[in-house]
T-cell receptor, first 113, second 114 residues
Framework: GENVEQHPSTLSVQEGDSAVIKCTYS??????FPWYKQELGKGPQLIID?????GEKKDQRIAVTLNKTAKHFSLHITETQPEDSAVYFC????????????FGGGTRVLVKP | DTEVTQTPKHLVMGMTNKKSLKCEQH?????MYWYKQKAKKPPELMFV???????INESVPSRFSPECPNSSLLNLHLHALQPEDSALYLC?????????????FGPGTRLTVT
């Protein structure tokens, strides 16, 4: 089955700096890669996703890049703000997995004012 | 609207109790999911319903019994749970089908088994 590794496990940045979280996956059949943000006491919130036919996707201050050859994808947050502090999860899903997501271990991001 | 609602928010139950968790969505999604999340860990898939039929059971113990009464509702019936079952239980929904669609999560039910 699919295995997703996520790094770093914790990330502390100064407000206004950029944050980068990296994930690698094992199943070359995976073709869908969402990113979720989970704030304390809440459910995961889908913030951006990318499919395997696209190399990069942006939405305001967040962007995701995908390298299918190397089997890794990354989340980039620019101009970080205190409200970006949360746990971020990457995930991967093979097309034939019946909508089954395999999550990375999570990254706790702290944005210091 | 991408809202999935879950009730109750918090639940404390003894090991001999029977309780149910409820989930509702009105996005027209025909796939619904139950996940379990322990502290500082990612969500773990438990069950998937597609078109109101159970399509994936991730070898979950029988003390957890899912039910999908209609396309908008998903229940998780709990019976004879163990303290290690204490966790955040998350419901999610998406479109079903051959490609993978976005999954939207509810806020979760925080379950404590005493």
């Amino acid at each position: 089955g699919e295995n997703v590794e996520q790094h770093p496990s914790t990330l502390s940045v100064q407000e206004g700096d950029s944050a980068v979280i990296k994930c690698t996956y094992s199943d070359s059949a995976s073709n869908y890669f969402p990113w979720y943000k989970q704030e304390l006491g809440k459910g995961p919130q889908l913030i951006i996703d990318i499919r395997s036919n696209v190399g990069e996707k942006k939405d305001q201050r967040i962007a995701v890049t995908l390298n299918k050859t190397a089997k890794h994808f990354s989340l980039h947050i620019t101009e970080t703000q205190p409200e970006d502090s949360a746990v971020y999860f990457c995930a991967a899903s093979p097309k034939a997995a019946g909508n089954k997501l395999t999550f990375g271990g999570g990254t706790r991001v702290l944005v210091k004012p | 609207d991408t809202e999935v609602t879950q009730t109750p928010k918090h639940l404390v139950m003894g090991m001999t109790n029977k309780k149910s968790l409820k989930c509702e969505q009105h996005m027209g999604h025909r796939a619904m999911y139950w996940y379990k999340q322990k502290a500082k860990k990612p969500p773990e898939l438990m069950f998937v319903y597609s078109y109101e039929k159970l399509s994936i059971n991730e070898s979950v113990p029988s003390r957890f019994s899912p039910e999908c009464p209609n396309s908008s509702l998903l229940n998780l019936h709990l019976h004879a749970l163990q303290p290690e079952d204490s966790a955040l239980y998350l419901c999610a929904s998406s479109h079903p089908g051959g490609m993978t669609y976005e999954q939207y999560f509810g806020p979760g039910t925080r379950l404590t088994v005493t």
